[in-house]
C-alpha cells in the first residue's frame, strides 16, 4: 500500500514559495528521514502529509485519501504527529491539571486536549500503560506531566501520538533540546517502533547523528525542493550530503548509526 504520494506539489503562503514541484512517494512500512538546510522545506512537506496544509498546486494523497476530498479531521485521525516546536494541544491546561503522564496518553486516544474519562475503558487503560511500557516510560505513568523532563515529556508525547493506533508517525525535530542521554533513550524508542506490523515513519531532523539505525530510506531537501531520495544507504553519502549542505562534509556508518563532520580546507601548500 502506497501511504504518501505527493504529485507536482506547490506551495506557497503569503507570496512565499515553500515547495516547488515536488514528487515523493511513501510506502507502507518504510521509516524514512528528511534532511537539508534550514528553509529547504522539510517542515511544510510534513505539513502536507499530516493532513493540516492543503498544496497550492498538484496532488497529495494521505492514506488513500486525496486532501481536498476528504474529511481533513477524520484522516488526522490515522496519523501520528510530534512535533517538538509545537506544545500538545492544551498542554499548559494538563499542567495546570496535574495530569499524570497516564492522563496524557489516554487523551491521545480521542484526539482531545482535555480527558474525555467517559471514553475511556479497560482496553484504553491498559493500552496507554502499555505504549508508555513500550516507550520505556513504564515508571512514569502516575507522574505529574510538567515535572517529566524534557525526555521523558518527548517519549510521552510519542505514546500519545500512538495511541490512536495510527498507520503514519511523522516526527519533526523530536530530539530538539534533548541532552545526550535523553536523545539516545528516544532514538532507541524509535527504532523500536519499526518492530510494528504496517507503521510507517517519518522523521525529520538536522543531525546525521540522530538518523536511527532503522530508517529504510533518506530523502534531501534543498531551495524548497528535493535533491534526492531512496534507501538510506544510498542518500546518505559524504557526496550527496556535502552537496545538499554547500560544504564537505565527511559521512561515517557504524552499528547501522551515522555521523558527519566538516573536513578542514587547508590553504597554501606546505613546506612552501
Not at 62 to 71: E, I, K, N, Y
Not at 83 to 109: I, K, N, P, W, Y
Request: overall charge neutral.
Amino acid at each position: 500500500m502506497r501511504v504518501l504520494e505527493i504529485d507536482g506539489v506547490v506551495l506557497m503562503v503569503v507570496g512565499k514559495t515553500l515547495l516547488a514541484g515536488v514528487d515523493w512517494q511513501v510506502e507502507a512500512g518504510q521509516h524514512w528521514v528528511i534532511m537539508g538546510p534550514n528553509g529547504a522545506g522539510k517542515t511544510s512537506l510534513l505539513a502536507l502529509a499530516a493532513a493540516v496544509r492543503h498544496p497550492t498546486k498538484g496532488t497529495v494523497t494521505v492514506l488513500g485519501h486525496r486532501l481536498g476530498r476528504v474529511d481533513m479531521r477524520e484522516l488526522r485521525r490515522h496519523i501520528g504527529l510530534v512535533a517538538a516546536s509545537q506544545r500538545l494541544v492544551d498542554e499548559e491546561l494538563l499542567e495546570e491539571e496535574g495530569a499524570s503522564a497516564h492522563t496524557v496518553v489516554l487523551t491521545g486516544h480521542t484526539g482531545t486536549s482535555a480527558p474525555l474519562w467517559h471514553r475511556y475503558g479497560p482496553a484504553e487503560h491498559e493500552r496507554a500503560h502499555r505504549l508508555l511500557a513500550e516507550l520505556g516510560c513504564k515508571d512514569l505513568a502516575e507522574r505529574r506531566f510538567r515535572v517529566c523532563s524534557q525526555g521523558e515529556r518527548a517519549r510521552i508525547r510519542v505514546a500519545r501520538a500512538l495511541m490512536a493506533e495510527p498507520a503514519l508517525l511523522l516526527l519533526d525535530e523530536p530530539f530538539a533540546g534533548l541532552d545526550l542521554p535523553a536523545r539516545e533513550d528516544l532514538i532507541t524508542a524509535i527504532e523500536d517502533l519499526s518492530a510494528r506490523d504496517g507503521l510507517t515513519t517519518i522523521t525529520v531532523t538536522h543531525h546525521l547523528e540522530e538518523v536511527p539505525a532503522t530508517t529504510t530510506h533518506a530523502l534531501l531537501m534543498r531551495d524548497a525542493g528535493i535533491m534526492v531520495g531512496g534507501p538510506v544507504r544510498q542518500v546518505l553519502t559524504s557526496e550527496r550530503l556535502s552537496e545538499c549542505f554547500g560544504r564537505p562534509l565527511r559521512v561515517d556508518q557504524m552499528d547501522g548509526r551515522w555521523s558527519a563532520r566538516a573536513l578542514r580546507l587547508r590553504s597554501g601548500a606546505e613546506g612552501s
